[in-house]
């Protein structure tokens, strides 16, 4: 085995490897995967009704109180909660939040793998390295592939899908069968999880049909067909059963809602250009990647071919989709494994002509030395930052540690900013061990019987923890204040507020190295602070930390 074989298999153990530890880092979730999340906890936690279906399901399941603006499907969360199930039964107290992301984690690892893979039986292993390289130093896709987004549940049949597209070596009629297959998975995945991936099968149909790679009656029509019948099947005879309304295709009504009733424009809007200067180089982290390395791909003759294949109708689907007022990267987060393919293809023409000329040895070393800090970046810094982000479940973790059970039931109530930042069914305890909980909105809560009812609050410095205190005083105005409005503070969580440029003198914080003391121990954190201090050191004292400011307080109600 050579030297290329040994990176190229470490880097294959690496990429899932990263993914669990960003998993592990930043184990809770965000509002935007909550549908999902809830919907494992609830077909993990309840059985499947058999009678008095739709009572059932309106009194057990969440996503009847909390619908959200569109339905959305229940697939994802079928299959993560059924591959989930063997693991429960060998360890009924394992984490199930953490499990259910880790086969999500799992399940995208394996399709990149699979990439990279075709990567090197198309193009060779020292482009398959350089493609795991650069993938291992991006950071949205390692940190994203765990959670339980409708665009990541997609992306590890996108990425399968263009895999098949790589021009490995097998016979035509054995590659118009991949083809087939990968425009049948990316029918499948816009049918059940995001109708936007129709655009993208649409550009990579025309562009196959257009290079003579695939013909319509032979290929296009029945991939599409299988695709499509295949998908409203799985998606319409379960959603229809879980929402309790027949026929219904989530992904449709997505569409009709956010593309033309317009609706998604009330999420906010971007400039036309913003996934091109904002959004792909954010994804791809490593800036020589997409200023350097793809067009080179397209200058040189014996990597053009395959860098128009994979990068051609990736952009026109951005292109297309730029229309699209609302922006989000991760309605294109589906591109960046062929993007990073064609990147590592001049990075691996310039690494094996190294010996040959400068510019090539120059090329390769600034390409390395990039993707280096672009994963130091990544882990030591945006990984911390992002872990941050979820005040709310850390803040009701604390609360389970410090809360007072001699008294039962305890009432507690959930405010705006916590559910959003990582509170899910999983973190909540039941009502058998005498926890109740409620995630009223409290905008409009100013009466003071309102708040009385709770044992504990966790609410957001500001305006909801003023609207607490107005109530008591409300009430003190009419009569003396009764002890049960009389709060106390138990702790008080902080997250994530930006970046801070350290200027000579100024004293660095310990987010970075409480994280590190977390993973790995006490020698790391030491490690981080002589390396930040050395850094500071040559940078004459210049440096930027993570910033965190308090964003949920955890407050008892005093008796």
Known sequence: MGRTDVVYALLCVVLPALVGLHLYVAPYTKVEESFHIQAIHDLLAFQLPTRNVADTLRAEYDHFTFPGAVPRTFVGAVTLAGLSRPFIWLNASIDRQFLARALLGMLNSLSLLAFASSMRRAFGKPAAVWYLLFQTSQFHILFYATRTLSNMFAFGMTTLALSYLLPVPVSPRAYQKRCRTALFLLTLAGIIFRSELALLLGTFTIYLYLTGRVDIRRDILPAGALGLILGLFFTVGVDSFFWQQFPLWPEFAAFKFNVLAGQASAWGTHSWHFYFSNAIPRLMLNPLTWLTAIPL???????????????????????????????????????????????????????????????????????????????????????????????????????????????????????????????????????????????????????????????????????????????????????????????????????????????????????????????????????????????????????????????????????
């Not at 200058?299 to 699209?324: E, K």
């Not at 800090?373 to 882990?379: D, G, N, V």
């Not at 992002?386 to 008294?407: I, W």
């Not at 993973?519 to 002589?530: D, I, K, V, Y």
């Open 297 to 559: 791909a397209f200058a040189l003759s014996p990597t053009s071919r395959p860098a128009q294949l994979l990068t051609v109708p990736s952009l026109a689907f951005v292109a297309i989709y730029s229309l699209q007022p609302h922006k989000e990267w991760r309605f294109i987060v589906y591109i960046i494994p062929a993007l990073t393919a064609t990147a590592a293809l001049s990075a691996s023409y310039a690494w094996t002509h190294r010996s040959k000329g400068l510019a090539p040895r120059l090329f390769s070393l600034t390409l390395l030395l990039t993707t280096l800090a672009s994963f130091l970046a990544s882990t030591i810094l945006l990984l911390p930052a992002s872990a941050a982000n979820y005040p709310g479940a850390r803040a009701l973790h604390s609360l389970h540690h410090h809360a007072d059970t001699s008294h039962s039931p305890i009432s507690v109530y959930l405010g705006n900013l916590a559910c959003q930042t990582g509170i899910t069914r999983f973190q909540q305890l039941p009502p058998s061990a005498g926890w109740t909980y409620d995630k009223s909105d409290s905008s409009v809560q100013e009466n003071p019987t309102f708040w009385s009812q709770f044992a504990y609050v966790l609410v957001e410095p500001g305006d909801e923890e003023n609207r607490l205190l107005k109530a008591s005083e409300i009430d003190a105005r009419s009569h003396p204040v009764p002890v049960s409005l009389v709060w106390e503070e138990l702790d008080t969580v902080y997250g994530f507020a930006g970046l801070r440029v350290l200027r000579p003198g100024d004293v660095p914080g310990d987010v970075e190295v409480e994280t590190l003391k977390e993973w790995c121990g006490e020698s790391c954190a030491e490690l981080f602070r002589s390396v930040r201090d050395g850094v500071r050191g040559l940078a004459r004292g210049w440096f930027v930390e993570v910033k965190v400011v308090p964003r949920v307080r955890v407050l008892r109600r005093v008796e």
